[in-house]
Structure formats: structure tokens, C-alpha cells
């Protein structure tokens, strides 16, 4: 039985080991070499990468980075949580709306973000109707900017918050509540004294879900956010093509990976088995 | 004595079964006999299952030796023994038909034409009709009966039972525990089960183990078990038992009279219980002892508070060293 | 406080799926302009005689089918392994392929295999792409396969050796057909994540190896055009259907 067991986890193994441990590996070798003229990386190493996250132009994109995934986790969740206990109260079409929150999610990332794209251009939907009804006499910028970033990603990662809010609220007790109403609260007072924090841990796992990949968005700054260095993930891909400093390109990838394991694990503690 | 070794299917010399929390099987040695119905009886967490699975193979002994028909299997993987087990949940696989189930094992061995064997179980167990039906459509009882149906058609050295009657309610217990020992004699195949209900374990067995705290206090058939107790605990596990001084009683053993000539004690009545086929009446006697004794027929009306004389004989006496 | 939860439920379902709707609606529209001058198919015509896009299709088509048949079967067997035993290496990997971010796991892998081809002589093509997703799609199978374990009876398994099963056999005949909707479900999953991924892929493919993911992003950078409304449709009622199916399956 050791034996089954044993080359039942070697494919996954040697699979992980190779294009996911060995890449990183040598991400982290390289964020400590220095750029060759070509575009390779060369011998001295340095730990000049590391120092440079702190100019300030670079620290700004980091800054805006860590700025935005946690003012979309915030939105996410204040968007979410009603949305959450709206479906856990739906009795007999629960599954339904479930299924309806998360189906969006299911079709493609990338259109979802383009749609966004279509409603907010000069000459997207919405400038077209604001300046039909007269509201306005020319467009508004509502593209290319932080907003429609946030706009973007809350759109595009709001069901991760919902699923595990929900999880968390249909756990509870239905007792519960009418405990506390047998005490004297009124529902608006039973929510925010038993129901809120027992769903914390959901609060948790969801914004676990929601700030991973915010944090490192590319594809959202990169058609919303118009310039070529929006967030971190847009900032890596150019030193990884354009700009040819892949020891630089390491450094930033490896600062936003401890980014995100030092918010995230005392986070995933507390959300419990939610995860 | 030498006979009966070699006919003996199993044998455990010397067991143990470390786990990393604690001893589970502290050094048990056991001989069972074929064609006979065994019981190993206990509280839970006394070792009981642990064993089961030593016999059956999902467990390595620490040290000592499991010799099935005389060879160690203590290395043999648990699907090359020739033992069968039927397990407390039933675990029948809820994606084949009553007739996969019974058929499984009989595929596993590559035979090739066993529909007529597979029919003759389903008989046996009395489930004509029902060999098509899922799992999920049947009955606890049924169950119960599929798993006993797949585990006998392979015809195993010995069948191992995990308190198989554990989830059935009372009724249906009792009736299977006639079935399970009229189907033990019709094939003759041993049965080792295992059970905390004491009450079982006498009713069915040709012998019991007794066991406590990882350690066979005693085996013996039924009678003997029950009217002599090798220990303490043996004697306080199989039916009640009154600790009177340092004799313990039995409660059917004591009498009670109103006005006794002879008597050992007298007693206060503190409750009397009426259970249908007897009474039960709680004592508080002289000593400041409580004890419980069990009278059957139309002499038991005993009032709470009334003051009565209580007797037994030196015979119903038993003693065990402190 | 029930009117208004419905009230902010209704708004909040608009706000997911109307962009959608006016994505699908102005596919239809015979304009390029966001005013709708009337019904037309022409957009749905340009995207079937557009042959990069055809091509582009069935390149994701078939990275998407391999990368998801081989990383069911690589993480169901990695889900059952760790489930029998802890392995808390591969865990661990499996957890931090979770939280490594997309961006970060393409330029890894594009350094892993630069580093490489100096040795092997090879350059990028279909075949890193499909290496690249496998890596990232065992983690979400054997998440979706490990939660379908948990639900069942471990003693199913111990019955069938009990009976002669080997435990490969145990696990083929018992455990396998157990965990058949999880894994089509879990499958379906990675099917749609790799059809769909644009970053990992355009930093790991080919010249030769464009996505669909690719030709739109392409497309979008240059400004909007009805043809990506069309091509979207087509995608979401795509991805909706399967979507749809997998849903029926699990309930099983």
C-alpha cells in the first residue's frame, strides 16, 4: 500500500517540483544577479534589486498596488456581505441565486474586463447615453484611471467574497437568531451582535481570496488602468519584456509574494476551515 | 489438548498493538477452534476492534504472532487471507447493484462462473427478488444482510463481525442474533463477533473473551463466564452484580421476605422497579450498602419505605482477590 | 430589513451581469458605435472568415482539453496519495501555487524554460503552455477532489481489500467511481481557467502558439470592436453551457 501510494504522488511531484519550485527557484536567483547587456542576467551578484524597490517611483507602484487590493477586498466585502445574507434567506431558491452570483465569475475573465472597457470608453455606452440625455457635453474620463481599476476588479473577484460569507452565514444556527429575538433584539441589532461576528471567519477566507489576486492583477490595470505600470503585476511584465531587467522583474515578483504571505497568513488562520 | 491445536483456524500468541497515544493490545494470546461461534466482548476502547483488525489484516501486530490454519500471516496484506470481514457500517459499495456487492469479492478472485453461488447467497440471506436494488434502497436490516451474503460466498476461514447489530433496534436485533447463529451452524464456518452488549455475546456464543483495557480477563463458554467470574471485572461486566462487604451477589440470587426466619441482613426498600417479566427492587441494607434484587413471579410487591429481611446462600457468593 | 436585502440584491445582480448584457446586446448591433442603428449579424460573420482567430481558437481548444485531462488525473492521484497520508511538501506546493500570483508564476516559468532550451535545444510552443497550466490547474483539482474524499467512507475501501481487492484495484473499483463527478466537475474547472488564461499564456507561448485569449487582448489593446462583442458572446454561452453541465454532474 506504500508503494501505490508512493507512485500515485510522484507525477504531481516531479510535475511541481519542475514547473513550479524549480522556476521559482531561479526567480529568486536571479533577483540576485544583475542585468546583462543583452537582456540575460550576469555574474556580480547584488542586492541592488532589493534596494531599488525603494525609489520612490517603484515604491509608488507597490505602494498603489497594496493601496488598491485592499480598498477592493473593503468594497468586496461591504458589496458582498449583504449579497451573502440575502441568498442564505432565500429559502428554496438559494441554489439558484448561488449558482447566478457565481456564474458570471465562470464566464471568461478577460470579457468581463473588456465589457468594462465597452461602458467606459469616451465613446462607450455610458458617455453615449449621459450625452443623448444632455447630462453632459463631453465625455467623462472614466477610463484609464485607479477607479476603473477598482471598478474592474471588484466586478471581476466580488463571488469569491460572496462564497465563503455565505458558507460561513448558513453554518450558523437558524436558533440562533431567534434566540436572540426571544432576548429582546430587534433584527437589525441581532445581525450586527450575533450574525456579523460569527461570520467573520468567512470575512477572513474571502478576503483571502480577494486580495491574492488583486494584488498581483495585471490584466484589469492593464486594459482599465491605461500606462504601461499601473500595479505590480504590470510592472513585472515590463521588466520581464520590454524593459529586459529580469533580476530587477525577480525582485519585484518576490517582494509581492512576501507581501502577500505576511497579510495573508495570519488571515488564513482565522478563517478557520472556511478555506 | 493436542488434538485441539491442530485444529485450531486462529491462533494469537502473545499480541501487542502499539499505537503512538497508547497500548491498545497488551499481550493477548487466543485459540479459536473451527466451525465454532466466538465472541469477543467488551467496553468500548477495551481493545476489541483492534484486535478484529489485527485478525483480518488492516493492522501490523507490534509483536507476537497471528497464525491462521497453523501458518503466520502477521506479513499477509488483508486481501490474500482467507478471512472475511462484515463491518459495523456495512460498507457495501453504493455504486453496484445487491448482486455486485455479493459478487465482488468472487471477481476479485477471478472466477468466472459464480452467478449460481451469488443466487444461493441471496437466498441464504433471504433477499430473492432484491438483487437489483442499490444499496441506498434497502433497509438497515438488508444491509446487514448483504454484507454477511458477500462476505460468506467466499467461504472464509473465519468471519470476523464488528458489531454488526450496533445500529438495528431492539427487536430486530434479537431476531437476527437467532438468525446469525442458526447461519453460523448451517455453513460451519467460524465466527469471531464482536460486541459491547453482554447480553448478545451469552445468547449467541459457543465461547466468550472477555476483554478490558487492552487484556482477555477470561474466555469460556457462556455458563461458565457468567456463574464463575475469573476477576472482578469479569464478574461486574457479564449481568448486575451486588458488591455486598467483599461478596458480590447476584441480584437474582438474593431473596427478600417481610418476616424471614433466616436472614443476612435487613433492608430498607427504596424503589421497586416493574419491568414487565420481573421487578427490580433497590435495597439500602443495614450496612449503609445499596443492592438490587431481581425477583420474577407474583411474590414481588414491595412498597418504597417498608422494611424487609434479605437472605442468600454461601453458594451465590463470589470473591475475588482485592 | 427582508424589502431591503431584496432591494440590494436586485441592484447587485444587475450590476454583475448588466455589462454582460450590453456586451451580448451590441454584438447584434450594426454599428461599430455605441449607438444602436440595428440588427446584424456582420460582426458574428468577421469573427467566423477571421482566420487568425480560427486558428487562435483551436490552439486554446486543444491546450485547454490536454492541460485539463492531464491535470485531473495528476490531481486526483496527488489528492487520493495525500489523503491516504500527509505529504506536507507537495501540500505546501500545491498551497503556494494557490497564492503565487499569475504574473509571477509566467515570468518564472518563462525563466525556467529560457534557462532550459540553452541546454535542450527547444524553444516555446503549445507544448510549454500546456505545461505551464497543468502546473497550475493540480492545485485546484486536488482541492475540488480532496473535498469530495472527505465526504466518503473510508471503510468502503477496506471492505473491498477485505474481500481479495489489491489497493490500486480498491481505489479503481471503489474509490474512482466515487469520485467521478468531482473530478469531471474539477476538470470542467481547469478547462475553462486554461481556455481562458491570458497572462501565464502570453508570456510562456510560441511565436507560433497564439490563443484566443491573445487575439482578443490584441484587438482590445487597439481600441473596442464589435468583433470581441461577438467572440465574448460566443465565449460566455460557451463557458455558461459547460458551466451549466458540470453543475448536473456534481449534483449526482
Known amino acids: 500500500m506504500k508503494q501505490l501510494r508512493f507512485w500515485m504522488l510522484a507525477p504531481a511531484r516531479v510535475w511541481m517540483a519542475l514547473f513550479f519550485a524549480a522556476p521559482l527557484l531561479i526567480v529568486v536567483a536571479y533577483s540576485l544577479l544583475t542585468r546583462g547587456d543583452y537582456g540575460g542576467v550576469e555574474q556580480p551578484t547584488t542586492l541592488e534589486n532589493f534596494t531599488r524597490l525603494f525609489d520612490p517611483l517603484y515604491g509608488a507602484i507597490l505602494l498603489r498596488s497594496l493601496v488598491i487590493a485592499i480598498v477592493a477586498t473593503a468594497f468586496c466585502l461591504l458589496l458582498g456581505f449583504p449579497m451573502a445574507l440575502f441568498i442564505s434567506r432565500s429559502g428554496r431558491r438559494k441554489n439558484l441565486y448561488l449558482q447566478l452570483v457565481t456564474l458570471p465569475f465562470w464566464t471568461s475573465f478577460l470579457v468581463r474586463t473588456y465589457a468594462w472597457l465597452f461602458l467606459l470608453r469616451d465613446t462607450g455606452l455610458i458617455n453615449t447615453l449621459l450625452i443623448k440625455a444632455g447630462i453632459v457635453s463631453s465625455p467623462l474620463p472614466l477610463l484609464y484611471n485607479n477607479g476603473a481599476v477598482l471598478l ?13 460569507l455565505y458558507a460561513t452565514i448558513e453554518r450558523m444556527e437558524p436558533a440562533l437568531l431567534e434566540a436572540a429575538a426571544d432576548l429582546g433584539a430587534r433584527p437589525f441589532a441581532a445581525l450586527r451582535r450575533v450574525t456579523l461576528p460569527l461570520a467573520l471567519p468567512g470575512m477572513f477566507a474571502g478576503s483571502v481570496l480577494v486580495f491574492i489576486p488583486c494584488m498581483g492583477a495585471y490584466l484589469t490595470p492593464d486594459l482599465l488602468g491605461g500606462g504601461k505600470t499601473v500595479m505590480a503585476g504590470n510592472l513585472i511584465q515590463n521588466q520581464f519584456t520590454t524593459a529586459r531587467d529580469w533580476p530587477f522583474g525577480s525582485a519585484v515578483s518576490l517582494m509581492l509574494m512576501a507581501i502577500n504571505m505576511l497579510l495573508l497568513l495570519p488571515m488564513m488562520r482565522r478563517s478557520e476551515d472556511v478555506l | 489438548m493436542m488434538i485441539a491445536q491442530m485444529q485450531a483456524i486462529l491462533e494469537l500468541r502473545n499480541v501487542v498493538k502499539d499505537f503512538p497515544s497508547h497500548r491498545a493490545v497488551d499481550d493477548i494470546s487466543l485459540t479459536l477452534e473451527a466451525g465454532r461461534f466466538y465472541s469477543l466482548l467488551g467496553a468500548s476502547g477495551c481493545g476489541k476492534t483492534t484486535t478484529l483488525r489485527l485478525i483480518a489484516g488492516f493492522e501490523k501486530p507490534t509483536s507476537g504472532e497471528i497464525l491462521l490454519n497453523g501458518t503466520r500471516v502477521n506479513d499477509v496484506p488483508p486481501y490474500r487471507r482467507n478471512v472475511s470481514t462484515v463491518f459495523q457500517s456495512y460498507a457495501l459499495f453504493p455504486h453496484l447493484t445487491v448482486e455486485k456487492n455479493i459478487a465482488f469479492g468472487l471477481e476479485q478472485r477471478g472466477e468466472r462462473s459464480f452467478s449460481g453461488k451469488v443466487e444461493q447467497a441471496i437466498e441464504m440471506v433471504r433477499l430473492s427478488g432484491k438483487s437489483k436494488r442499490l444499496p441506498a434502497e434497502l433497509s438497515g436490516g438488508e444491509k446487514q444482510r448483504v454484507a454477511l451474503a458477500r462476505s460468506l460466498v467466499l467461504e472464509p476461514s473465519i468471519l470476523l463481525l464488528d458489531e454488526p447489530l450496533a445500529a438495528l433496534d ?25 460486541t459491547h452488549d453482554q447480553e448478545e455475546a451469552l445468547a449467541m456464543s459457543d465461547e466468550i473473551a472477555i476483554m478490558h483495557r487492552g487484556k482477555i480477563e477470561q474466555t469460556g463458554p457462556p455458563r461458565e463466564v457468567y456463574r464463575k467470574p475469573a476477576t ?55 450496612s449503609g450498602e445499596s443492592a438490587t434484587a431481581e425477583l420474577t413471579g407474583a411474590e414481588a410487591d414491595f412498597r418504597t419505605g417498608e422494611l424487609v429481611h434479605v437472605n442468600w446462600s454461601s453458594a451465590d457468593e463470589m470473591r475475588f482477590p482485592r | 430589513m427582508k ?12 450590476f454583475l451581469y448588466v455589462p454582460l448584457f450590453v456586451l451580448v ?4 448591433n450594426q454599428s461599430r458605435f455605441t449607438i444602436w442603428t440595428g440588427f446584424s449579424l456582420d460582426w458574428y460573420r468577421a469573427v467566423f472568415a477571421n482566420t487568425e482567430m480560427a486558428e487562435a481558437t483551436w490552439n486554446s ?9 492531464l491535470s485531473a488525473v495528476i490531481g486526483t492521484l496527488a489528492a487520493y496519495g495525500i489523503w491516504k497520508r500527509r505529504s506536507p511538501l507537495l501540500t505546501g506546493s500545491l498551497y503556494l501555487s494557490l497564492v503565487t500570483p499569475e504574473i509571477v508564476t509566467g515570468i518564472s516559468l518563462l525563466a525556467f524554460f529560457q534557462l532550459v532550451f540553452r541546454v535542450v535545444h527547444l524553444t516555446l510552443g503549445l507544448y510549454t503552455v500546456v505545461l505551464a497550466h497543468v502546473a497550475f490547474s493540480i492545485a485546484y483539482v486536488a482541492i475540488v477532489v480532496t473535498a469530495r474524499l472527505r465526504t466518503l467512507d473510508p471503510s468502503l475501501e477496506e471492505a473491498a481489500m477485505d474481500l481479495g481487492a489489491t489497493p490500486w484495484r480498491a481505489f479503481w473499483r471503489v474509490t474512482l467511481p466515487a469520485l467521478a463527478p468531482g473530478i469531471i466537475a474539477a476538470a470542467l474547472l481547469a478547462l475553462i481557467v486554461s481556455f481562458d488564461d491570458y497572462v501565464i499564456t502570453s508570456l510562456v507561448a510560441g511565436v507560433d502558439s497564439e490563443t484566443l485569449p491573445m487575439v482578443i487582448y490584441a484587438i482590445a489593446r487597439r481600441g473596442a470592436n464589435p468583433t470581441i462583442n461577438a467572440v465574448s458572446t460566443l465565449i460566455v454561452v460557451g463557458f455558461g453551457a459547460l458551466i451549466i453541465i458540470s453543475e448536473r454532474v456534481r449534483q449526482r
Open chain 2, 170 to 194: 431492539l427487536k430486530l436485533r434479537r431476531e437476527m442474533r437467532a438468525e446469525l447463529k442458526a447461519m453460523q451452524q448451517r455453513t460451519g464456518i467460524t465466527f469471531l463477533f464482536v
Open chain 1, 152 to 164: 474592474g476588479l471588484v466586478y471581476g473577484y466580488l463571488p469569491f467574497m460572496v462564497l465563503p
Open chain 3, 61 to 69: 481548444v486543444v491546450i485547454a482539453v490536454t492541460s485539463s485531462a
Open chain 2, 232 to 286: 472482578r471485572f469479569v464478574a461486574g461486566f457479564l449481568g448486575a452484580m451486588n458488591w455486598i462487604g467483599d461478596a458480590g451477589v447476584r441480584p437474582e440470587a438474593l431473596r427478600i421476605a417481610r418476616n424471614g426466619s433466616e436472614y443476612r441482613s435487613t433492608a430498607r426498600v427504596e424503589q421497586s422497579l416493574f419491568l414487565g417479566n420481573a421487578v427490580h427492587v433497590l435495597l439500602k441494607l443495614e
Open chain 3, 25 to 28: 446586446v451590441f454584438s447584434f
Open chain 3, 3 to 14: 424589502r431591503g436585502l431584496s432591494l440590494y440584491a436586485a441592484v447587485a445582480f444587475a
